[in-house]
């Protein structure tokens, strides 16, 4: 597991909030996830302005507006396309996506695969709840097949969504998971996934106690990897295949080159543009 350390910050934690005070519902996991953010956006010491954080839909996908940075509230799964094209435009930012299991994995699911292929350098940070929070409370992908409830009597009867198998198999540089109850540790990952090139995927368990509190007790189910952390994606895939899903930390390092397919020089200025479409 990474561990930076938590002090001789250029800038406080403080200095990456905004003044807008998050309206999540008492007890959500992800006031602890904005301030694991800020956290590590002071660990890794980028001024507020040479950072963006692009999001979607979702309880998740507030937190732009809670941080002082540039960022960008896109529409409903499309946060990686508009992270992806912000990050090849402007390379010298450090970009961050917020997203969550609806969000990410359902209609974000093909943009996630083609994110983790692509490789280009972005850290995506995604609050697993195992819910849909802001639509009051249907299944997610992540969801347990037998999780019964008003809108899914008896349960789906679907087999999970496994985010870090796909993540790892789609060829993302860098995989890991975190809890929202442990701050300090989940700062500390995501300034590692910050620092390490290429596509970084972190998932944060975020307990949503409005429509799931059984995961009140995941606090006392979680516990660190057993494993040091491997650039080898064979043995990556043969811990997370056999992973409880509870285990925190760096999981998967690797030494994939990122995209480095960023624009040169443009070639036509914007009159030239302009001109074609004059009537």
């Not at 917020?98 to 974000?108: M, N, Q, R, T, V």
């Not at 995506?124 to 299944?139: A, E, F, L, R, S």
């Not at 998932?203 to 429509?211: G, H, M, N, R, Y």
């Not at 059984?214 to 606090?219: C, L, Y």
């Amino acid at each position: 597991m990474p561990s930076p350390g938590l002090s001789a910050q250029a800038y406080a934690a403080q200095q990456y909030k905004s003044a807008t005070k998050p309206i999540w519902c008492p007890g959500c996991g992800d006031y602890t996830v904005l301030n694991a953010v800020t956290k590590a956006l002071s660990l890794v010491g980028r001024p507020p302005h040479e950072v963006a954080v692009v999001s979607g839909i979702g309880c998740s996908s507030r937190i732009p507006a809670y941080t002082s940075c540039y960022g960008f509230h896109g529409v409903h799964g499309r946060s990686l396309a508009a992270a992806t094209g912000l990050k090849v435009a402007r390379p010298e930012l450090t970009v961050l996506v917020a997203s969550g299991d609806g969000d990410g994995y359902s209609i974000g699911g093909n943009h996630f695969l083609h994110a983790c292929r692509r490789n280009v350098d972005l850290t995506y940070i995604v609050m697993d709840n195992h819910v849909y929070g802001m639509t009051k409370g249907q299944p997610s992908p992540t969801t347990e097949p037998d999780w019964d409830s008003k809108l899914s009597p008896g349960g789906t009867g679907v087999r999970s969504f496994h985010p870090l198998v796909i993540a790892l198999a789609s060829g993302a540089n860098f995989v890991a998971r975190a809890f929202s109850g442990d701050q300090n540790t989940t700062a500390e990952i995501i300034a590692a996934g910050i620092r390490h090139p290429g596509f970084s995927f972190i998932e944060i368990l975020s307990p949503c106690i409005t429509f799931r509190p059984e995961q009140r007790d995941w606090k006392n189910v979680v516990h660190p990897a057993p494993v040091a952390p491997t650039d080898d994606a064979a043995r990556a895939a043969k811990r997370i295949m056999t992973d409880d899903g509870f285990n925190i930390g760096v999981l998967y390092a690797g030494q994939r080159a990122p995209y480095s397919g960023m624009p040169g020089p443009a070639r036509r200025t914007v009159p030239d543009l302009e001109a074609e479409f004059a009537l």
